[in-house]
């Protein structure tokens, strides 16, 4: 069953894809303000743009999935660790050559270099298994955690989505990344939330393919009803020092939020030139949420980015940065994953052929 976004919808997550990028990068940079910034101290709304980033990920690879005929397991874990590593590579040199060799801070160890290649920083084998040295985070570049967890959401929605069809090779090499995967999916979903929005987001995406289409009169009640609830909770979590915005229940309700605001975009007027500026903003948005950190460390030993102006100076710079990383390299995914395919599935399918072309 294909079911295809509409140009309101794709608009409307590539808009949320965007703001989220930038809210990261806005928060992570007014953190250090003086006087005290709202955004981003008082109010980490960094990290709302994190759950958000994980909703998005559940929504969109699953979407892909239930779209997409004859997809194989080998298919989606080429196209998944194409996407990543394309640009992860480059932002891990990035935080080498900017915290080790700028900056003079201590130079990772071969441990956490091998971690975090195999995308194992902070995931809990550490914590949960006696003898296993911790992998330090790279240089300082804190946003990569999500990515080791991003990557073994998508490695265990994989197996399990694709495990009917796969093939004996297939499943021999998803048995070999079962274990981390469960053990990581499971630790982030028990001990900590954030994979319940992945899953929220992907069964947020099984709803829009197999539900009848809406439009937003249907969606605007419970819509308005969702973020009263979202807003009760923000309410409730600020009586504390800090708003946890990896709390459960506002998770939740940050989830059932977007997924109705997709459904109310159904056929939502797009301005072309509003739209190309949105896609933009998605198109550069990986390389902003990889990059940002180091970048904004680098110019603030060179300015005083506590005034308020030369934050936000420091914010358009990162923002410039992500645009050249991106314009060199976001596409390149396509070109590596086609490659790996015309490698690793063509000769195995033309196998396939053979053997069974000698069966008839």
Same mark, same amino acid.
Not at 34 to 56: E, Y
């Given at each position: 069953?294909?079911?295809?976004?509409?140009?309101?919808?794709? $608009?409307?997550?590539?808009?949320?894809?965007?703001?989220?990028?930038?809210?990261?990068?806005?928060g992570?940079?007014?953190?250090?303000?003086?006087?005290?910034?709202?955004?981003?101290?008082?109010?980490? !709304?960094?990290?709302?743009?994190?759950?958000?980033?994980?909703?998005?990920?559940?929504?969109?690879i699953?979407?892909?999935?239930?779209?997409?005929?004859?997809?194989?397991?080998?298919?989606?874990m080429?196209?998944?660790?194409?996407?990543?590593?394309?640009?992860?590579?480059?932002?891990?040199?990035?935080?080498?050559?900017v915290?080790?060799?700028?900056?003079?801070?201590?130079?990772?160890?071969?441990?956490?270099l091998?971690?975090?290649?195999l995308?194992?920083?902070? $995931?809990?084998?550490?914590?949960?298994?006696?003898?296993?040295?911790?992998?330090?985070?790279?240089?300082?570049n804190? /946003?990569?955690w999500?990515?080791?967890?991003?990557?073994?959401?998508?490695?265990?929605?994989?197996?399990?989505?694709f495990?009917r069809?796969?093939?004996?090779t297939?499943?021999?090499?998803?048995?070999?990344l079962?274990?981390?995967?469960?053990?990581?999916?499971?630790?982030?979903?028990?001990?900590?939330? /954030?994979?319940?929005? +992945?899953?929220?987001?992907?069964?947020?995406?099984?709803?829009?393919?197999?539900?009848?289409? $809406?439009?937003?009169?249907?969606?605007?009640?419970?819509?308005?009803?969702?973020?009263?609830?979202?807003? +009760?909770?923000?309410?409730?979590?600020?009586?504390?020092?800090?708003?946890?915005?990896?709390?459960?229940?506002?998770?939740?309700?940050?989830?059932?939020?977007?997924? !109705?605001?997709?459904?109310?975009?159904?056929?939502?007027? /797009?301005?072309?030139?509003?739209?190309?500026?949105?896609? %933009?903003?998605?198109?550069v948005?990986?390389?902003?949420?990889?990059t940002h950190?180091?970048?904004?460390?680098?110019?603030?030993?060179?300015?005083?980015v506590?005034?308020?102006?030369?934050?936000?100076?420091s914010?358009?710079?990162?923002?410039?940065?992500?645009?050249?990383c991106?314009?060199?390299?976001?596409?390149?995914?396509?070109d590596?994953?086609?490659?790996?395919?015309?490698?690793?599935?063509?000769?195995e399918?033309?196998?396939? $052929?053979?053997?069974?072309? %000698?069966l008839?």
């Open positions: 069953m294909i079911k295809s976004l509409t140009i309101g919808q794709s $608009t409307m997550l590539n808009l949320i894809r965007a703001l989220a990028a930038f809210s990261v990068l806005v992570h940079t007014l953190v250090g303000v003086v006087p005290v910034s709202w955004f981003g101290k008082v109010v980490p !709304f960094q990290s709302l743009a994190v759950v958000v980033f994980f909703w998005l990920s559940g929504f969109l699953a979407y892909q999935c239930l779209n997409k005929v004859k997809y194989s397991f080998s298919e989606y080429i196209d998944r660790f194409s996407r990543i590593y394309v640009l992860y590579i480059p932002a891990l040199i990035i935080s080498y050559v915290f080790i060799m700028v900056l003079g801070r201590v130079p990772p160890a071969t441990w956490d091998v971690g975090h290649l995308q194992l920083q902070h $995931t809990p084998f550490a914590r949960m298994i006696e003898g296993v040295p911790p992998i330090k985070v790279y240089g300082g804190s /946003v990569l999500t990515i080791a967890i991003e990557w073994w959401l998508y490695v265990f929605f994989g197996i399990a989505f495990w069809s796969m093939s004996l297939e499943r021999v090499f998803a048995i070999a079962a274990g981390p995967a469960v053990l990581v999916v499971g630790y982030f979903t028990v001990w900590e939330s /954030v994979a319940w929005e +992945w899953f929220l987001g992907a069964a947020c995406a099984a709803i829009y393919v197999y539900a009848p289409q $809406t439009n937003w009169k249907q969606i605007l009640v419970p819509l308005a009803a969702v973020v009263v609830g979202m807003l +009760w909770r923000f309410q409730k979590l600020s009586l504390a020092s800090q708003i946890n915005m990896y709390d459960l229940q506002l998770m939740i309700l940050v989830g059932v939020v977007l997924m !109705f605001v997709v459904l109310a975009s159904t056929n939502l007027p /797009v301005v072309s030139s509003v739209r190309w500026v949105v896609a %933009k903003g998605a198109y948005s990986y390389a902003m949420y990889l950190e180091p970048i904004r460390v680098l110019i603030s030993k060179y300015m005083n506590s005034q308020m102006a030369n934050a936000w100076l914010i358009f710079l990162c923002v410039l940065f992500a645009a050249a991106a314009w060199l390299l976001e596409d390149k995914h396509l590596l994953r086609r490659w790996l395919k015309k490698k690793l599935i063509a000769p399918r033309e196998l396939i $052929t053979v053997q069974a072309n %000698k008839s």
